[in-house]
């Protein structure tokens, strides 16, 4: 059970005052709030340990080192992976872009073909077109079904010899669906191609575990999954990393060269860790971890769970709401106000201190689904309480006056 | 001239043109310039098209998918340049500019555009209140040769 009255203390944010009014943050799909000991762990970098890693011998040095490869280890855990296929980018949209650029343009070709679905984010489709126009090989779409949702069944009226790479959400940002990863996964492999999954929205949420979902590469970010910004993971199957290019080359990653332009790479995860890491990010993304896995992730499933349906039921009540994702498993709702335009109302909520993202929210799905050209998203987290539901229960009741803000 | 002491009438000629915007459409006459606005923010996707003639705004029209306030903006914005010369229409643009930015600016030649006022409190609408101006301003600019 997730005793939110004693995780409010945690978080600092929460004691901020936005419009006069508390702060009701309903935006955590696009980034989380964080908790005081993730802000400790950032502020230990800046304060007591600041040196580069993996390369000096001295006290501070060592220990950032010893940080950077406890952090390796505590992301491993958390989506029971080895240590040596984590690698630390800047965020999922980095660790697409390194898969797309590092394996799908060294290895696709123009009979190939990349499979994606409507539901995806920016992040998961722009990078499959550069694929395409450098390699020739074709992005093309599953069906999804009448409610929005990927299944088994569409995968399999599309895939073929040909599909090299199947680019997928677990979670996807707009409808908040839960995929079948495993089946998916599975029928991906039978027909000889890679499972590369966006996991912004469902590692932060739902307890993952790589080998048993048997996926190929895994992105996540640590900004929504209570760390900090600037730091993120790219989990990759440790023969497909070492098959695999580096997007930057440069320092740290390389054990030798020459000026015939001879070099050795170091071995994966660090040959794709040029440069300086984040390393306050790193220490920050360690306490993360270690905060959820304190919370326990099937009570953050059971919390939100909990929420949702409340949520549900309360909105359901009001005749000028229009639900998009009833059925949705993670703790996003996606809806609008009837007669008013997303954008109007989540204008209207700021005045009520009520964050929630209004838009498209970065996925073409709204269009061709949802008939709409934009929604209003709230969703929740570790911290979100009944309080916050009903206070944005209450705005959606009044949201028809949404002008005010300009006339009050 | 319209008075800020009325925020109900303020907010009527809003609901107004959002609900029935002037000028909207998709105009195809290669006569007229147009610009595609769709960049300003996540949302706005709109269009402005222009017939010019003689340094002269001859007619504006824009058609595309905005908020309540991108869309009654650019509704309000095409009335007032319809007929004006560039220069008029350029000072006009900048005086609501200037508004939105909370300085100093000539309200008597905004006529209805002056409902928009109030958007300088809520900072993250700006773009929606200035797209389609910005839209204009630029198909003017782009002409030239709008002399003093």
């Not at chain 1, 009701?24 to 340990?49: H, N, R």
């Not at chain 1, 269009?367 to 987290?381: C, E, G, P, Q, V």
């Not at chain 2, 222009?50 to 309540?68: F, Y």
């Amino acid at each position: 059970m997730i005793d939110t009255r004693k995780i409010a203390q945690d978080f600092p944010m929460l004691r901020k005052m936005v419009n006069g009014k508390r702060l009701a943050f309903l935006d955590s799909a696009s980034t989380t709030l964080k908790p005081q000991s993730v802000i400790d762990g950032v502020v230990e970098y800046l304060t007591e340990t600041t040196s580069n890693s993996h390369r000096g011998d001295y006290q501070t040095a060592y220990e950032v080192d010893v940080r950077v490869d406890e952090t390796r280890a505590a992301v491993a855990r958390f989506i029971n992976a080895d240590k040596d296929e984590i690698v630390f980018t800047s965020g999922t949209s980095m660790s697409i872009n390194l898969v797309a650029y590092g394996y799908g343009i060294k290895h696709l070709n123009k009979d190939d073909e990349i499979l994606i679905t409507q539901a995806e984010h920016a992040s998961n489709v722009l990078p499959w077109f550069k694929v395409s126009e450098h390699t020739g090989a074709k992005v093309n779409y599953i069906p999804l079904d009448e409610e929005g949702r990927l299944t088994a069944d569409n995968l399999r009226k599309v895939v073929s010899h040909k599909t090299k790479i199947v680019a997928v959400a677990h979670v996807t940002n707009v409808m908040g669906f839960l995929v079948d990863l495993k089946q998916i996964a599975a029928i991906a492999h039978e027909f000889g191609a890679l499972i590369v999954v966006d996991g912004a929205q469902s590692v932060p949420h739902f307890p993952t575990d790589v080998k048993d979902l048997d996926v190929d590469f895994l992105s996540f970010s640590g900004h929504k999954m209570l760390g900090p910004t600037g730091i993120g993971v790219l989990f990759g199957k440790y023969h497909l990393l070492q098959a695999m290019d580096p997007l930057m080359m440069g320092g740290g990653m390389s054990a030798r060269f020459d000026m015939c332009g001879d070099i050795d790479l170091m071995l994966p995860p660090v040959k794709f860790e040029a440069g300086t890491l984040n390393l306050e990010g790193v220490f920050g993304l360690k306490k993360a971890i270690e905060y959820l896995e304190d919370l326990g992730m099937s009570n953050i499933v059971a919390h939100e769970d909990k929420l949702r349906a409340y949520a549900i039921s309360e909105l359901k009540k009001l005749e000028n709401v229009i639900v998009y994702n009833e059925k949705a498993e993670a703790g996003i709702i996606t809806l609008n106000l009837k007669g008013v335009f997303a954008q109007d109302a989540s204008t209207y909520f700021n005045s009520k201190g009520i964050a929630v993202r209004s838009g498209q929210h970065c996925a073409k799905i709204l269009t061709d689904f949802l008939k709409t050209h934009a929604t209003i998203r709230m969703s929740m987290y570790v911290y979100t309480t009944k309080e916050d539901i009903d206070l944005f229960v209450d705005a959606c009741k009044k949201g028809g006056d949404f002008l005010d803000v300009y006339f009050e | 001239m319209y008075t800020l002491n009325n925020p109900a009438i303020m907010r009527q000629i809003i609901m107004d043109h959002y609900e029935k915007p002037r000028n909207k459409r998709t105009v195809d006459d290669p006569r007229y310039i147009k610009i595609h606005m769709n960049s300003e923010s996540c949302i706005d996707d709109i269009f402005v098209f222009m017939l010019v003639e003689d340094n002269t705004v001859i007619d504006c029209a824009w058609d595309g998918i905005g908020c309540t306030i991108s869309t009654a903006s650019t509704s309000v914005m095409s009335e007032l340049l319809i007929g004006k010369s560039f220069k008029d229409a350029l000072y006009i643009i900048r005086q609501y500019e200037l508004m939105l930015d909370e300085q100093t600016f000539d309200k008597d030649v905004l006529d209805e555009a002056i409902v928009f006022i109030n958007t300088s409190k809520q900072p993250s609408r700006l773009k929606c209140a200035l797209i389609g101006w910005h839209g204009a301003e630029s198909l003017i600019k782009q002409q030239g040769d709008n002399k003093k």
